[in-house]
């Protein structure tokens, strides 16, 4: 009798060293933000002790940094009906992230009353924000949608030159991981952000005949005390699309708009609506108001370093989506399938001739061989070669409106302006010659490498016989 006790008691203190082991080895994969590992263990733990309401948040945790936020709520709800320390509040972020925002503002004022932490006030008003915005949403008719890396989002927008240049600025910011500047249509202005302080503000500067002005930083009513970025002037000349990181907004960067009145003043901007806007970094919205097409970036859903470039059609008057169906609703805002969203066929019809017209050029590989996106690129060199070369065309492409500009004002200028313009036109045509010398080598590059690396491809793939039909 005594050896089975000796041996029950055995059992009993290995299984709980073992527990203990268990979730030592878990609050360490936790605490080095290995969540799916931290919640293998948790789960395992979980079976052995089904009501325990720390495990249900610590599991809820884990799925809500692994973005499974459904499941997450799930098992969130359990612990905080339980009154499991801190659970209201992850439970809140996981129905915010959800777009369950009603359920986020129940759960973030419950956690504010038992806690009294005032620092997730802004959380609050943000998912009050969401609430609202939520019945709101506009029912967009995307045209396309292209996953590209962040470094090279730019090419992902085709505009027309009348509509101006977006170019990615060279600078590294602690703040920002690309600064992005608008160059108008006419080549007379350029807004651009700058890093001040621990964030980007946004500066404007002109266009002189000796070259441009003292950048003027914008109004508050434009900057605020976070980041300003991404910068896009409509055709009309008066209407300011950006991305700000304020507080005004659902969180990261959200895309507001702006208009000048007659005094040469910014009215008080305005939010986009859903689904442009969401709580992750939503930014840079492009209206080709001639073609009626727009585009606007986004890293919702996407891994690190990738974002998503949306293009759709623009209308004059817009109504919000009009149901009693949350779901629908919440599918529409989240873009999980934009199949959903409503289908204007005649609209798309009218707009496609234009969007055509405002196309980019697409690389010619050789006569059978068309490139129309960067995945199309076997090459990883090749591909940054065409980034760059696009770069170059924007490039060109604005200072052929400055020389233009210059040429121009050189008829009516004084005798000491067209000493200067003496000077910088020459040296304009310079740099364009310059450049697209360096296009048509940057081209004649890529297609030897492309036609190497897509024969290397063909071999690989054992349709050496197709060669033929291809290069």
Known sequence: MTRYFLFFLINCLFIVSATSQQQKDAER?????????????????????????????????????????????????????????????????????????????????????????????????????GRDMLEHVDPVQFIDSMIIDKAAFLTAYRLNVDLGALKQMHKTSPVCDALVEFFSGRGDRRIFPVEINGQTDLMQSDSLLDGWTDPIRLPDEINSAQCENYPFVLSDGVTLYFGSTSEKGL????????????????????????????????????????????????????????????????????????????????????????????????????????????????????DTLIYYALTDFHSIDAREIYIAMTDSVQQSTYLHLLLDRQRTAFINATEDERALLRQSIPDLEKQILQLQKAIIDMELRLRRMETEARLQFLIRSGLLDAVSKVI
């Not at 986009?272 to 492009?286: E, I």
């Open 29 to 129: 994969f936790f605490n080095a933000a290995q969540y799916q590992e931290a919640l293998v263990a948790y789960r395992l733990m979980l079976k052995k002790s089904p009501a325990s309401a720390p495990l249900h948040c610590r599991i809820g945790q884990c799925l809500l940094a692994l973005k499974h936020y459904e499941e997450a709520s799930v098992h969130l709800q359990y612990a905080a009906d339980k009154q499991t320390p801190k659970a209201s509040y992850y439970l809140a972020q996981a129905h915010f992230y959800n777009y369950h925002f009603g359920e986020a503002v129940e759960a973030f004022e419950a956690y504010l009353n038992e806690s009294n932490d005032s620092t997730i006030l802004l959380e609050l008003k943000q998912a009050r924000l």
């Open 251 to 366: 969180g990261g960067y959200d895309i507001f708009f702006s208009r000048m009145n007659s005094s040469g003043r910014y009215l008080t901007p305005q939010h986009a609506p859903m689904p442009f806007n969401s709580p992750y970094n939503d930014y840079l919205m492009v209206i080709d108001d001639i073609a009626q097409i727009g585009w606007f970036a986004t890293d919702r859903y996407q891994p690190a370093g990738k974002v998503a470039v949306y293009q759709f059609i623009v209308k004059e008057k817009r109504e919000p989506v009009n149901t009693e169906d949350e779901q629908y609703l919440r599918d529409c805002a989240q873009l999980k399938n934009i199949r959903l969203l409503p289908k204007h066929t005649e609209t798309i019809t009218t707009a496609l001739p234009k969007i055509e017209q405002a196309s980019p050029i697409v690389f010619i590989v050789n």
